[in-house]
């Protein structure tokens, strides 16, 4: 494996010693955690750095995403924020998920790795959002869920003119036909879909780059009527 290479040749970024050093700590933290706390199932190193470091930076090409404030729902174990972090250190980041074994671990990983403006909130998404309307730049979900209900989740949340950006898997454009009146109904407009291949046979990926038009108020609703009657 040649990471660095990749991340050259792909992302046109050459991450600098301390970069790799922050990435070779998170892997031994997300592996020694995962012994005794279940984050992950990927754990041979070649997987996490393509499957997880790796993945996470993809949208970089598509998105100017070098400052400003990045929320990112339901991250796990920090994926595609933590990441992205640790190559553009100005993010300001806020992670929100509702299992504290991950918070947990997130935040001894932040402390370990030494990184700063990483605002951690263990709580459900679509309760955040009804409380921090218009408030971020760019909003992010990796393999969170359905695409109407985190495009619900999401747009209400970031500024006009902000994006969200959903990384999906290789079925993602089905699940993007379905959400295209939740994008409409809260506000935003698709600006582009990507269509890519992780490198060494990893994995077909699609990622939907979404722009916040208006904000439209009300959303998101509560998580039961979201399920009961999807937009
Ligand atoms: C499948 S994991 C994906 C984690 C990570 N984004 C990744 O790409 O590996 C989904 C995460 O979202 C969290 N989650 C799911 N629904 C949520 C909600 N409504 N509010 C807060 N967290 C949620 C879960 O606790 C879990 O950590």
Excluded at 14 to 29: A, G, I, M, N, R
Excluded at 75 to 96: M, Y
Excluded at 166 to 180: I, P
Excluded at 190 to 210: H, K, T, V
Aim: hydrophobic share 35%; glycine share 6%.
């Amino acid at each position: 494996m040649d990471f660095k290479e990749d991340i050259r040749k792909s992302f046109n970024i050459l991450l600098s010693d301390e970069q790799l050093l922050k990435f070779s700590k998170y892997y031994d933290k997300l592996i020694e955690y995962n012994t005794h706390t279940n984050l992950t199932t990927i754990t041979e190193k070649e997987d996490v750095y393509y499957k997880h470091f790796y993945d996470s930076l993809t949208l970089i090409p598509f998105v100017n995403i070098k400052d400003g404030s990045l929320c990112d729902m339901g991250s796990g174990a920090g994926f595609p924020s933590i990441p992205l972090k640790i190559i553009f250190p100005e993010l300001k980041v806020t992670i929100i998920d509702s299992a504290n074994k991950r918070i947990k671990f997130l935040s001894e990983l932040v402390e370990e790795l030494g990184i700063d403006n990483v605002n951690l909130a263990h709580q459900r998404i679509e309760e955040y959002g009804q409380n921090n309307q218009e408030k971020f730049d760019y909003v992010t979900a990796r393999a969170l869920g359905n695409m109407t209900l985190i495009t619900e989740m999401a747009i209400p949340m970031l500024k006009v003119n902000g994006e969200f950006i959903a990384m999906k898997g290789s079925k993602g454009k089905e699940e993007l036909t379905d959400a295209k009146q939740a994008i409409q109904k809260t506000g935003g407009k698709l600006i582009n879909s990507m269509y890519l291949e992780l490198p060494n046979d990893y994995g077909e990926r699609s990622i939907f780059l979404i722009r916040k038009i208006n904000h439209i108020n009300g959303y998101p609703r509560e998580y039961q009527q979201m399920l009961k009657k999807p937009l």
